[in-house]
């Protein structure tokens, strides 16, 4: 038997908290642990990194990995409402790195339309559109 029983450590229950706390937002874990560091939290980088792999394997957490030159980012997947919807696609601004949920109906008929015509199965997790958002051509 190698399944190992999951402990519930006093850092993965804070950590946790702080995720209930910011639910729809991307996470990188540089942020997770500036939060903390400011917050003067005793969990050392290493324990964070490490639970946020935990809680991604759980469920938990979504993990997303956009490209090789940004960090991934992690968001609370705990709340019922946003686990049921299936079809999530990002904006990811090239000035400032914002990344933005999308959800749209007009996307949807999109990946309908890729499989019914080209059978080709989008993943709407992991499809990024790449442009400028309003606040950064707001300040251009």
Known sequence: MNSRPKYKTKQKEILLEYFETVPGQHITASDVCEYFKSHGSP?????????????VNEGILNKYVFDPNTPACFEYMGSESHKECDSCFHC??????????????????IQAHLYKEHRFKLDPLRTVFYGVCEDCMKSE
Do not use: A, F, V, W
């Open 43 to 55: 969990i050392g980088q290493s324990t964070i990194y490490r639970h946020l792999e935990s809680l």
């Open 92 to 109: 990811k601004c090239e000035k400032c790195g914002k990344l933005i949920h999308l959800h749209c109906d007009e996307l949807e008929e």
